[in-house]
């Protein structure tokens, strides 16, 4: 026997503000299911101050203890929109003829479409991060982005993005961007159009494949050493122990580390592309924001990790992850100076969401204007990431020390402004 469609996702909205929401998933269980659901949830700017997740392989049951930012204003229209992706993330299940597990592996889904917006206006401070955040709350992804700035201050900012809802390709969803896209900067557009590309225009609008050797040296030199960061962009002392004691079946991995946005998803993302199952696991924030996580895992195969290389791999790919989840630096190029912000990207191809909306809210209140800025994807070694390259206002950015831009976009993308 099933469960009802609308028993999947339940989720329980707090009476009090400032408590906890609380979100209940019950289905199917699948491999990196947790990290597809912590995905969303930091999509929708939400932070998960305690976590209980059970499964005994085939069925799952996980609950969410989540906060809404305070300045957040949630409708109920939004809180069915989140049921809704959370919905779309479980492998399906029918309520009239028992268990259908996840698609097979055989028959993945379609990649979406991808439309690019053209935005042609006139440049003011704040701009892109306004126009990002449209397209954040109209459920746009961004895939790739260029903005470039005329001498006469006359911005052409080209998005390319997918859309969740699967309606950028009808008329009446293509203006309703464009009506919301005006509604915030008024009589500073000058133009907006829309249009589906195929995948040769997208390739073309890439970034070179390869970075600078001077760039990978300077952000990605801790993961090419493998040593642990010396810089202070990092988060606090992290603890990675692995115990194979306690349980018969199961390997223990236990976590303590600083609490910052997204870092469910980034341990999550990592078990995900190591291929590790959670049969069992317990998330929770302690006072001073510091985070003990409890997951007892297993391998593909439903054994626990005995191979000491493979434990030692583990734990120190999860030990550099909650470390430094994301570089950023400041640096020369040229008379100009650019901000570089990377993340690493899941085998999966998806990235970590709304980095791009979280830099340009940060300059935006260092008072720093954007020139130009682009994302694309490279390979650094054996991982993919997403770099996001911006070109500060010659103007703006020398009024604005290098190492106040590093820290403030930093402390931004952590959760800790």
């Excluded at 340009?360 to 997403?386: N, V, Y």
Aim: proline fraction near 5%; aromatic fraction near 8%.
């Amino acid at each position: 026997m099933g469960i009802l469609h609308d028993d999947v996702v339940i989720i329980r909205q707090s009476e009090k503000e400032g408590e906890p929401n609380v979100i209940t998933v019950n289905c199917p269980d699948k491999t990196g299911l947790g990290c597809d659901l912590c995905r969303i949830l930091l999509f929708f700017g939400l932070s998960i101050v305690r976590g209980d997740v059970s499964t005994d392989g085939k069925w799952c049951y996980i609950v969410f203890w989540v906060v809404c930012k305070p300045a957040t204003r949630w409708g109920s229209s939004r809180w069915e929109l989140l049921k809704k992706r959370l919905i779309g993330a479980c492998p399906s299940c029918s309520s009239a003829s028992g268990i259908s597990y996840y698609r097979s592996e055989l028959q993945p889904p379609k990649p979406p479409d991808v439309f690019l917006l053209k935005l042609c206006c006139y440049d003011r401070k704040g701009l892109l991060h306004d126009v990002t955040e449209v397209l954040c709350c109209l459920e746009l992804n961004i895939k790739k982005v260029k903005v470039s700035t005329t001498p006469d201050g006359t911005v052409m900012d080209l998005f390319f993005v997918t859309d969740t809802r699967e309606l950028l390709h009808t008329t009446k969803r293509q203006e309703e961007t464009c009506k919301a896209l005006e509604d915030v900067m008024q009589e500073a557009v000058i133009s907006c159009n829309i249009q589906k590309v195929g995948p040769q225009i997208t390739a073309c609008s890439q970034a070179s494949p390869f970075l600078p050797s001077q760039i990978t040296e300077d952000i990605f030199h801790l993961e090419m050493s493998n040593k642990l960061p010396s810089v202070s962009l990092t988060s606090n002392s992290v603890s990675v122990t692995m115990d194979n004691s306690l349980s018969p079946a199961h390997t223990l991995v236990q976590i303590i580390c600083q609490d910052y946005k997204g870092l469910l998803y980034d341990i999550m993302r990592t078990l995900k592309d190591y291929n590790i199952q959670i049969s069992y696991g317990r998330f929770y924030i302690k006072q001073g924001r510091k985070c003990e996580i409890d997951l007892f895992i297993m391998q593909a195969d439903g054994k626990k990790i005995v191979d000491p290389s493979k434990q030692n791999a583990l734990s120190s790919r999860l030990q550099m992850e909650l470390l430094q989840p994301l570089r950023v630096a400041v640096m020369s190029r040229g008379p100009d100076t650019e901000l570089l912000v990377a993340n690493p990207v899941e085998l999966s191809s998806k990235g970590r969401p709304l980095v791009f909306y979280d830099i340009t809210l940060a300059l935006k209140m260092l008072d720093t204007c954007i020139f130009s800025a682009e994302i694309g994807r490279h390979m650094i070694g054996d991982r993919e990431w997403e770099v996001y390259r911006v070109l500060l206002d010659e103007g703006a950015s020398l009024s604005v020390p290098r190492r106040k831009v590093e820290e403030g976009v930093w402390k931004l993308l952590m959760g800790w402004e």
